[in-house]
């Protein structure tokens, strides 16, 4: 894959370390020998997936000549926060339109990512109910900023366009060089799939690396079949964009949706106990929203047996950390 036809900014320090996850994997018990791929400790405040991301989309932003970034998010967005920190990195402002997808859960005294939003220099924030056209809202907020001749640009919600997604691709062939050089062969790579531009950057670089190692994702909102198309489209488009010259098979999609629990951000028991055991086994954290749920599906499919004796599971883990101080009663052990 050739990255270099594209604008990008330099936001990462080399490879995110691959871990292996010895004391989760003998606690399994099931023989499957787990890694952990640490994109939590990206560069950005706070760390994730976005970073990777954001070094396409900011670039196109400021070749577009643009002084002002705005973006959107669920109220406890990481990807909000890390547009934010990046922006004070390129002296672009930064406007956030939130949307209240669970009613009443917006509050300005919030902890987590909402109380880093301040630190990181946040120019506005605008608060809509769920199910707003999120577009539409970014749009009517560049035309008000136009018209005093700021120069705006629109980084879609999570990044997920095939600009974004570019940024995934990129940690597909990150990764294959990694195991390469470790001589290490990897069964199986699980993510989280949100707005799809990870997953979608991962399949779309699994193929432009001739690589074959499928990548199943976890739901954390929508059932399986809408994420499969969402996530589909957007790989066909992120590897039309990279001039491959395959097309991707809808097969090569996977999503389990039965991790999401009662919805987005709602807390399910499957996931407070991941994020329980990670921390416990790994000194690894994850967050209630992503990681947590993702390697909620990631433990059940051990546990279950879908990975034959003997594989090698490697696991994403994107980061959202911050987001557990805004929830820390989920995870009293009381509860
Ligand atoms: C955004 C996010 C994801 C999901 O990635 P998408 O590209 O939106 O699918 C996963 N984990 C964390 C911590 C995130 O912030």
């Given at each position: 894959m050739n990255f270099t036809k594209f604008p990008r900014r330099a936001y990462l320090q080399g490879a995110t370390p691959i871990e292996r996850m010895e004391n989760l994997s003998k606690a399994l018990g099931k023989d499957v020998n787990l890694f952990v791929k640490r994109d939590?400790?990206?560069?950005?405040?706070?760390?994730?997936?976005?970073?990777?991301?954001?070094?396409?989309?900011?670039?196109?932003?400021?070749e577009q000549g643009a002084d002002t970034i705005i973006t959107c998010g669920a109220v406890q967005s990481n990807h909000s926060r890390l547009t934010a920190s990046w922006c004070c990195k390129e002296n672009l402002d930064c406007h956030l339109i939130l949307e209240e997808r669970v009613k009443g859960t917006y509050s300005p005294e919030a902890s987590g990512n909402n109380f880093l939003f301040d630190l990181l220099n946040i120019?506005?924030?605008a608060v809509v109910p769920g199910g707003s056209d999120m577009m539409a809202e970014m749009r009517k907020k560049g035309d008000e900023?136009?018209?005093?001749?700021?120069?705006?640009?629109?980084?879609?919600?999570?990044?997920?366009n095939a600009i974004g997604a570019l940024g995934y691709a990129v940690c597909a062939e990150e990764i294959m060089n990694q195991l390469?050089?470790?001589?290490?062969?990897?069964?199986?790579?699980?993510?989280?799939?949100?707005?799809?531009?990870?997953?979608?950057?991962?399949?779309?670089?699994?193929?432009?690396?001739?690589?074959?190692?499928?990548?199943?994702?976890?739901?954390?909102?929508?059932?399986?079949?809408?994420?499969?198309?969402?996530?589909?489209?957007?790989?066909?488009?992120?590897?039309?964009?990279?001039?491959?010259?395959?097309?991707?098979?809808?097969?090569?999609?996977?999503?389990y949706d039965q991790y999401v629990g009662p919805g987005y951000s709602l807390p399910t028991d499957s996931m407070v106990e991941a994020v329980r055991i990670f921390a416990k086994h790994e000194a690894i954290l994850l967050d209630p929203v992503y990681s947590g749920k993702a390697a909620a599906g990631l433990l059940?499919?051990?546990?279950?047996?879908?990975?034959?004796?003997?594989s090698n599971v490697l696991f994403l883990h994107t980061g959202g950390s911050p987001a557990l101080y805004?929830?820390?009663?989920?995870?009293?052990?009381?509860?």
């Open positions: 939590d400790l990206l560069p950005g405040a706070g760390g994730g997936n976005k970073t990777r991301k954001l070094e396409f989309s900011l670039a196109d932003a400021l120019k506005s924030i900023l136009k018209s005093h001749g700021k120069k705006p640009y629109i980084v879609p919600g999570g990044a997920s390469n050089v470790a001589h290490l062969g990897i069964d199986h790579i699980v993510v989280p799939s949100g707005s799809a531009g990870t997953h979608a950057g991962m399949v779309a670089g699994m193929f432009g690396t001739n690589a074959n190692i499928p990548v199943s994702g976890v739901n954390v909102s929508r059932p399986k079949k809408d994420q499969e198309d969402i996530v589909h489209n957007l790989a066909e488009e992120t590897a039309q964009k990279l001039e491959m010259k395959m097309s991707i098979p809808r097969e090569a999609v996977v999503c059940d499919l051990v546990r279950c047996g879908h990975f034959p004796r003997g805004a929830c820390m009663q989920t995870f009293r052990k009381e509860n």
